[in-house]
């Protein structure tokens, strides 16, 4: 179950000092984007980074990467056991992410990186990341509704919950496109905890020159573009402290190499069910990340008035019909199905199919051919015979991205 709280997480870590520095990223909407541009302009600074974000996409321990590799399989294994030995000899009884989050700083330690990219899980005020006291910067992406249940149902209580990484005499970098009311609690929490200085993107228009005479500006997506000025400002922060020598313009292009899986991926299923093109995969499970995926699809897949099919599964709690609304169009195709058990995270379950389809027939759109699957390797195949070569996407659940990405690479192994 979800646990928020620092207690466990800093008794978990009260013996273990965090030698490396930080750059901790908080938001509803695009931290995993800032933290790979992030952690990819550190490699291209030969700078000895890690990254820790959350969930892991398709094995467990791939949440966390050494200069961009994924830490080794039996490193991360053996650290957790000692993590988890703690946890049982102390009776902490730390939650999965708790553990996860110690696992991952330890291995930091003992990999003796220099800057640490760190993704909060949930929030940040009580997000077990924020035990974090003295990171070199703090990052506020785009804050949206989503965990209500734990974070609150205004934006404005989401933002107090997000701004709790801030730090005393440590600078944010803010995505300065949040609504009005959520920018004045984050500047109201900054002045509490004298956080400084507070950089609003893209308010600052030397960044924006900077950022974009070095980069073809047209070559990422609005929300990207967002994304990688707030990274690039999270790294100039970082390395003026120390390495102040580094020119960090010169470290944007790494940026262009930067692929971000079950984030508007292609990706091929041939191997699956025979399709020959490419379908594309979106974890987009909130009003905020289904709008982005819904304008993406309408400039660059549909052709003509030709329907886009959707394969769809949601976590149980979301809200399924105000997700759908921002990407289903008249005459679309929607094929519901279950994600499967997540390792790790056993409170998180996929809602019903039936629940999908409900919502989906509630929009009152016209045409759509409505199915239902509980195997996730009959819907593709459903969901290939209703698209006839026509645009096929995968969306509201990054679980349901990972099955994807898991059965393709099971069936490529066996070939």
Same mark, same amino acid.
């Given at each position: 179950?979800?646990?928020? %709280?620092?207690?466990?997480?800093?008794?978990?870590?009260?013996?273990?000092?965090?030698?490396?520095?930080?750059?901790?990223?908080?938001?509803?909407?695009?931290?995993?984007?800032?933290?790979?541009?992030?952690?990819?302009?550190?490699?291209?600074?030969?700078?000895?980074?890690?990254?820790?974000?959350?969930?892991?996409?398709?094995?467990?321990?791939?949440?966390?990467?050494?200069?961009?590799?994924?830490?080794?399989?039996?490193?991360?294994?053996?650290?957790?056991?000692?993590?988890?030995?703690?946890?049982? #000899? @102390?009776?902490?009884?730390?939650?999965?992410?708790?553990?996860?989050?110690?696992?991952?700083?330890?291995?930091?330690?003992?990999?003796?990186?220099?800057?640490?990219?760190?993704?909060?899980?949930?929030? %940040?005020?009580?997000?077990?990341?924020?035990?974090?006291?003295?990171?070199?910067?703090?990052?506020?992406?785009?804050?949206?509704?989503?965990?209500?249940?734990?974070?609150?149902?205004?934006? @404005?209580?989401?933002?107090?919950?997000?701004?709790?990484?801030?730090?005393?005499?440590?600078?944010?970098?803010?995505?300065?496109?949040?609504?009005?009311?959520?920018?004045?609690?984050?500047?109201?929490?900054?002045?509490? +905890?004298?956080?400084?200085?507070?950089?609003?993107?893209?308010?600052?228009? @030397?960044?924006?020159?900077?950022?974009?005479?070095?980069?073809?500006?047209?070559?990422?997506? @609005?929300?990207?573009?967002?994304?990688?000025?707030?990274?690039?400002?999270?790294?100039?922060?970082?390395?003026?402290?120390?390495?102040?020598?580094?020119?960090?313009?010169?470290?944007?292009?790494?940026?262009?190499?930067?692929?971000?899986?079950?984030?508007?991926?292609?990706?091929?299923?041939?191997?699956?069910?025979?399709?020959?093109?490419?379908?594309?995969?979106?974890?987009?499970?909130?009003?905020?990340?289904?709008?982005?995926?819904?304008?993406?699809?309408?400039?660059?897949?549909?052709?003509?008035?030709?329907?886009?099919?959707?394969?769809?599964?949601?976590?149980? %709690?979301?809200?399924?019909?105000?997700?759908?609304?921002?990407?289903?169009?008249?005459?679309?195709?929607?094929?519901?199905?279950?994600?499967?058990?997540?390792?790790?995270?056993?409170? +998180?379950?996929?809602?019903?199919?039936?629940?999908?389809?409900?919502?989906?027939?509630?929009?009152?759109?016209?045409?759509?051919?409505?199915?239902?699957?509980?195997?996730?390797?009959?819907?593709?195949?459903?969901?290939?015979?209703?698209? #006839?070569?026509?645009?096929?996407?995968?969306?509201?659940?990054?679980?349901?991205?990972?099955?994807?990405?898991?059965?393709?690479?099971?069936?490529?192994?066996?070939?």
């Amino acid at each position: 179950m979800i646990e928020l %709280g620092l207690a466990r997480i800093s008794r978990l870590l009260k013996d273990i000092p965090i030698r490396w520095r930080a750059i901790h990223v908080a938001g509803t909407n695009g931290k995993g984007s800032v933290c790979a541009y992030a952690s990819a302009m550190l490699k291209a600074g030969k700078i000895k980074s890690g990254r820790f974000t959350s969930p892991h996409l398709i094995d467990r321990w791939d949440c966390i990467t050494i200069d961009e590799e994924t830490v080794d399989e039996k490193l991360f294994y053996e650290v957790e056991s000692v993590v988890k030995a703690r946890d049982q #000899n @102390e009776d902490i009884r730390a939650s999965e992410f708790e553990l996860l989050t110690a696992t991952a700083f330890e291995i930091f330690n003992r990999e003796k990186i220099e800057i640490g990219v760190i993704e909060v899980g949930m929030g %940040g005020r009580q997000d077990a990341t924020n035990v974090l006291e003295h990171p070199s910067v703090t990052v506020i992406t785009k804050i949206g509704k989503d965990h209500e249940s734990f974070l609150g149902t205004t934006l @404005e209580e989401i933002a107090y919950q997000k701004a709790g990484i801030m730090k005393r005499g440590l600078p944010c970098i803010i995505d300065g496109s949040n609504t009005p009311t959520v920018v004045e609690v984050l500047r109201t929490n900054a002045k509490e +905890v004298k956080a400084a200085p507070l950089v609003f993107v893209p308010q600052e228009t @030397e960044l924006e020159h900077q950022v974009w005479n070095v980069l073809p500006k047209d070559q990422f997506e @609005e929300h990207q573009q967002m994304n990688v000025c707030l990274a690039f400002e999270a790294i100039k922060e970082a390395l003026a402290q120390e390495h102040p020598s580094i020119e960090t313009h010169l470290l944007l292009p790494a940026t262009q190499m930067t692929h971000w899986p079950g984030r508007l991926q292609n990706i091929s299923i041939e191997s699956l069910v025979g399709r020959k093109q490419d379908i594309l995969l979106d974890g987009a499970h909130n009003a905020q990340s289904a709008e982005v995926l819904g304008s993406y699809v309408d400039r660059k897949l549909r052709e003509g008035s030709r329907p886009v099919t959707w394969v769809v599964a949601m976590s149980k %709690g979301k809200n399924v019909q105000e997700v759908l609304s921002c990407f289903l169009r008249p005459r679309d195709n929607i094929i519901a199905v279950n994600f499967g058990p997540v390792d790790g995270m056993p409170w +998180v379950s996929s809602d019903d199919v039936n629940n999908i389809l409900c919502a989906a027939q509630s929009l009152d759109v016209s045409g759509h051919s409505v199915e239902g699957s509980r195997k996730l390797d009959d819907a593709l195949r459903l969901a290939v015979d209703v698209a #006839n070569r026509g645009p096929l996407v995968v969306a509201g659940s990054l679980y349901l991205v990972s099955d994807v990405l898991r059965l393709v690479r099971a069936v490529e192994k066996l070939r």
